[in-house]
């Protein structure tokens, strides 16, 4: 075999190497599952109130301190929705304050009692962001990926 085909081939079976790394890694990323909250360890454990107090006060400074990490929240249920998937969210605050802390439930967890409206309640997640009072409705905390926590 002469040196140019020798080249040319472990030229090829390089790009080949090379493309079945890529196409592995990208097989494993699509097919990843999410990590489940419920045995993480919270980075803060704060009350309803007090998160949307400091996200209230200094949103630069609380999305610095908060902003993906996994806190661990307790306060008063407002109220439960859903989201346009049928996906539970749990609403925490005062119940005569307009902002809340809106908690996406996980759709691994569910709560395992109904909760009415005015029930305490200790749940963890993921802070995605906050939604700043414009118009007079309240502002809202958002939590991603939320357990409930065991008493």
Known sequence: MNKKKKNLLLFVLAVFILASGTAFYAYKE??????????????????????????????TESNAKYLSQIIEISGTLKKMDQDEKGNNILVLGDPDSMSSIR?????????????????????????????????????????????????
């Open 30 to 59: 699509f097919n990843r599952k999410a990590v489940d909250l419920s045995d993480a360890t919270a980075a803060h454990k704060i009350s309803a109130t007090e998160l949307i107090n400091s996200f209230a006060a200094n949103e």
């Open 103 to 151: 908690c996406s439930l996980d759709s691994l967890h569910s709560l395992q009692e109904p909760l009415k409206p005015g029930s305490p309640i200790t749940v963890k997640g993921i802070c995605t962001g906050f939604m700043a009072d414009d118009l007079g409705i309240g502002s809202d905390v958002i939590l991603t990926r939320c357990v409930p926590v065991q008493q």
